[in-house]
């Protein structure tokens, strides 16, 4: 704006140029109008004083001109005086007068366009072509975190954060015409805290000075890019979880599931090594199932590693996971092992299945790492999966084990049906066929000589009648082998007070027998397998044990059955090889199984010369055991048995 006195001294100049023009015209032509000029000129822009003093220097240089013309009409002169003044100062107060209410209506305007810029949700920076901020409003203000005085004069780069959004920023200052598009920049407030705003640019034109501006029209959206950020985060855990759930399900075993867990982890948290430690059942001590990116050296000393020591054992021993900025600031962690592989950042996540302690996860990092709360509980998520997975993993190998010991046991029960169906047809070759082969001998001679010779045909028919009876004794011998009908009947302890008799009777060996003073029911497949049991080991001792007394002891204790027997005899080494044989104690492996089905034991004891002592222990529920007042027909077996 240019200074009121250099309007003045222009309005003097111009007026005197008039005047002197005026002067050299002569009175005879009139350049009143031509006074009009600067006084209009002045009056517009310096206001109406500055014209009014115009005024009275026109008046001043026409009576100047007035005696240079020597015009001695006083008349003449009053009227050109007060005409003059009259039209001078009309013009003056009424350019005032327009002035002044032209200036209002631009006032007016500019406080509406002050209140629609200041009350506008957007914000409104204005700056010059070497993008000094010229103009700024409250919202712009507000997002830049600053008063309009502290951000007038500066550059506006200054309030832009990263050099991407510096450099966007500026290729659209410098060239505003080109696009029209708007673009995102991050911005720094005053108090560093970072801003995202969505950027309009516009050229435009200063009308106070003329100078060529761009108008930067600002939207506030750190709301926005916050969530965008947090849908960015949590999809980025979805899929970590994903790609963690894809990897487990990929191999149902235990070793590649681990390997695939701890691949997906690094990948995604970035760290550089990890470890996988899975809980032995036996020492109770955390072994290393599986690691990554760790030396040999190293491994072989974290190998085995106590429930409480160090960070990895307190995470354990309490089943909060445990996380590390710098290890080097930890007095927890082993200096040594911290040395051997630069460890920094370190987090150790318990693996928890059903309140169950199955491993630790611990993951390394070779430099200072920061946890967000979101990646905290994004490795205690990946914990819970992976122990998941273990446990399913674990339920998967019990299935194939017990698929496998099923398989097995379906041979070895077919084995034993074999064994037994060779013992009788042994049985029934050795015995009752030979004497039904002298049976039919003895009928064909009879027959021969019935009529010749009674007396010896006599003879005949009676050894036929004696072969008979031993032919009804040993079928009533063997089908009492394939299933006594007492053990049906009036169960175990009956059956092998009955069994032992006939044994007792059939070999000459002494039996001790030691059996309970009630009688009890258990299981049907429980009494026969130990009733075969009892057979077995009788008929082994029979046949290689040499021995002169067998004790038979059959007790029921704490929900416990046990069966003992003892011999006298030559004894063996019960080596484990030899049990599992296929030459060497075949029944006594055979045995072993039909023990183990019922989750019970077999022990062997012997030694040369000593004897052998066999216990068996098979757990019984306390509703298998019937008292005898409760057994139907008790009374009636009594006498049967201790015949």
Known sequence: MISRKYLLALGIFLTLFVGVASHFAGPNISLKLFYLLPIAFVTWYAGRTSGLFIVAVCLLIWQANLRLWNLHSLGLILWSSVERTLIFASVVFMLDYIRRHFHSRIHQAEERYTKIVESAIEGIIAVDKTNIIQFVNTPASALLGAAPTEILGKNISLFVRDESSRVQLMKRLDHPQLERRPFEIQMVTA?????????????????????????????????????????????????????????????????????????????????DAGIIYLVDEVSNDLIIQFSHGLAPAFLEEVQHWKIGKGNTGKAAETGLPIFLDD??????????????ENIHGFATIPLVSKGRLLGVLSIIHRQPFVFSDELKLMLQTFGKQIGVALENATLYESAREREQELREMSHTMVRL???????????????????????KINTELTLKSFDAEKEKALTYLQEVLTLANEAEAEAKHLANDLRPTILDDFGLKAAIKLHAANFERRTGITLDLHLPFYEARFDTMIETSLFRIVQELLANVAKHAKATKVTIQFLIRDGVLALIVA?????????????????????????????????????????????????????IRNDAVIPKAEQPGVSTMKHSIEM
Not at 331 to 336: E, G, H, S, W
Not at 601 to 614: C, K, N, Q, W, Y
Request: net charge negative.
């Open 417 to 439: 049906q074999e064994d037994e169906r060779k013992r009788f047809a042994r049985e029934i070759h050795d015995g009752l066929s030979q004497v039904l082969t002298m049976l």
């Open 567 to 619: 011999d006298n005899g030559k004894g063996f080494l019960p080596h484990e090889q030899e049990l599992h044989s296929e030459n060497v104690h075949h029944g006594l492996r055979n045995m072993r199984e039909r023990v183990e089905f019922f989750g019970g034991t077999l022990r062997v004891e012997s030694a040369p010369h000593h004897g052998t002592e066999i216990m068996i222990e098979i757990p």
């Open 327 to 340: 290890a080097e600031c930890d007095t927890l962690f082993d200096p040594k092992l911290r040395a051997m």
């Open 191 to 271: 108090n560093a805290s970072p801003r995202w705003a969505l950027v309009d640019a516009t050229p435009s034109v200063n009308n106070q000075t003329g100078n060529e501006e761009c108008v930067l029209l600002l939207i506030d959206i750190s709301n926005r890019k916050k969530t965008e950020e947090e849908l960015q985060r949590r999809y980025e855990q979805i899929s970590a979880m994903q790609r963690l759930s894809f990897g487990l399900a990929q191999s149902l075993h235990l070793d590649q599931r681990l390997q695939n867990a701890l691949s997906v982890v690094l990948e995604v948290t970035t760290f």
